[in-house]
């Protein structure tokens, strides 16, 4: 082949591979399509499998049903589970299941399906979720009991996670590791139509779908026919993708894009309280942080209220304990709380022995007040911390900040190398301080290092020995006032969840209901136009 | 020529085992593992275990080295740890992307950088010359990102020309070319116009002058096609970048593709994933070099027999 035959070879073939692609994509202009963009911590699901994975986005939630659904208040509402019960001594689950539900292959949902259902999840990442549960009993086509192994109150919890999102029996077996990423089968309002990992998730109505949630005033098919959920990794350009109407809809954007999002006309937003807390950690292991006096000063130091303003623009709320506000383990006795007192952690400090020098850096035993705070490369972590340096200044603490990938973080915490750490985490139930301060989790995710026999002995009552919800609230009360009385952390800010759309295109419900905007909001969202 | 080409090839098995060694072992040198990104809150120490055995990662790193080349002869780059999906099929399905935009970016590149390293080089010490120049500096200090970004606020947002992201169709293509293709062109017109110009100083040339030809016939039909000895070699070298030079363009314009699934997996520590990434851009750098050699040889016979 001459040059000239080559390079025109070379043109129809990228001609053709682009056309080609083109080719996958088409519109349906009679039908009501939307297109939303997935949240950044969405990104890079590979599957839609909700037994195997341990990433899922909000895909699932459109695709499966759960049991049960959870509410913006954390209350909970029958969905697949119409209702149920616990016995007294809390070893016994009851549930009665909706009846006229069917799978998106035609195959019904019954009592057959949890029986299946539930012992699938034993040797995948998700088993915790129910490994409380001894074995499922039929009682008729449409009851069934969960035998417990111990009484656990959190499984109404677990059911409604999005892990919990029930697939098609006949389907999931029929396709194996397929199953989420060439087909997806449940009961849920939409139906999978093709996934490209990385890209995106077309889906379509299910119009047969009659029994939504009461999270929901649409109780049958979507409003939308056509669903694409794109993944696109760079926030400004989904920014500038809803801002041209290439998405109408941003599950997930920064704090900092809320006020170009206000000045655009054509742009409105909608909020969820936080899923998650933004923290210091300490490592009680590293000096001079097994010192209590040292780690109490640092909480006191830092002023929730000045990072709230300068690096989240006042968006969300601050944060004087562990877990969100939301739950109602996170109502402790006020006087526990962490709040800002310069002059009290000062005081700590003069007294535990460290004093200041000409440099107004503290000195004890000839060693000065010098720590390294450990966080990860993204903006918000990275202006926190260059805050948190400026207030630990104050106290005559100098503060040195490492900045590293999340991966890498996780490997400096695993490892006992860090001293201070600026940590996120997101997660709505109060076993999070069991996952964060339990003994058995040393040296991760525990990398505070934490071993003290009356905070396991709470945590151990709290996990294991609570029978009735009321009886798990104020366990994990307690368990928390000991863990914050230790200041081992330094709460610092509760972010909401914002989701903004394009309100030339879509119309989205003023009240969002549920933890985060899936699929109680998705059915109710309606193309204009 | 054939002997030339056959003992090129033979060479490549010694690099080929050494890329091996440095694949497999440098994401190991990373701090952090994949197991990390598989545990979720309640995970138990035992399903760690569980994890690490399934994956061959409580092992020896020797034991796993064997035990991945071993495989990898056979023609298998095993499973991803984060996706569960065959390494081979996670990139045969992001290589199309990549190709589409690699090809169309080198495309853009050599073209639009020949002709302006020809046009530098015919008007040297003018101002269009200097313009050039002052462009190719531009454009090889740019950075791809923020250029990604600024061309898509001005013909996606402002202009509505074509769409802000995404791979669907040619259209969705001509950003991410223009983005990607522009530092290429700044080394190729470089690189052309100092050929260019070095050519134009030679003997043959000062002769096809005195015979009287005109000067943009020695240009285009002489003067270049000397000169395009270095661009080959440019070429062939990026032959690698064109599956995973983009990076930046794919994570901007969010376009699948091997540089993102590369990231993805680094970031993830997605081991098996990680190895198959970079041993196929390594081969693809190797194999680029290899046809800029047989090309050059094939264009100048002094080098075939210089390197023979």
Redesign the interface.
Known sequence: MNRRGF?AS??V???A???G??GG?SARASEPEAVFALGSAEI?A??HDPI?A?LLSTVATLIYDRLIEQDVDQSYHPHLAESWENSPDGMNWTFKLRQGVRFHDGEPFNAATIAWWIPKFK?S?????VDAVDRVEVVDDYTVRFVMKRAEPNLIYNLASSFMGIPSPKAYDAAG?NFG?TEAVGTGPFMFESF????ETVLVANEDYSWGSDLSNNKGAPHVKRLTL?????A???F??L??G?VGLLLGVPDQFLPQLQAEEMLDFRSLPGFGITYLAFNTRAEPFGDAAVRQATALAVDQGAILKSVFNGIGLEAHQFLISTLVESKIDPKLEIHHDLAKANELLDKAGWQRGDDGIRVKDGKPLKIKLTAQSETAIKRTAEIVQAQLKAIGMVVEIDI?????V???L?KGQHQLAVRQYG?NNA??LD?FFST?NIP??NSSGWQDEKSQELRNVAMQQSKTQDERVANFRKYQENLIGNFLFVPIHEPVQNYAFNKTMLDVPAKLRGTQLVQATAVDIKVIG | MIGFTLRRLVLLLPVFFVVSLVVFFIIHLVPGDPIDNLMRAGSTPEQRLQIAAKYGLDRSLVEQYVTWMGRLLTGDLGTSIIQGRPVSALIARNLPYSLELGIAALLFSTLTGIAAGVIAASYQGTRVDDSITGFILLGSTVPSFWLGLLLILVFAVWLGWVPVSGARGWSSLILPTIAAGLGGIALVARVTRIAMIETSRQDFVTLLHAKGLPPFIIQLRHVLRHAMVPVVTILSLRIGWVLGGAVTIEYVFARPGLGSLLIRALNQRDYPLVQGCLLMLAMAVIIGALIGDIVQAAMDPRQREARA
């Open positions: 390079l070379v043109s073939v990228t001609l591979a682009g056309l692609l083109a994509y890079g590979p599957h195997r341990t040797g990442p998700n088993e915790y979720l590791d990423v490209a990992v990385g890209q794109r993944e696109i990794p760079d400004s350009t989904a500038l993708e801002k041209t290439g590293f990938d999340s991966t890498t996780v490997d400096q695993k997660w076993d999070i996952w058995t991760y995710p």
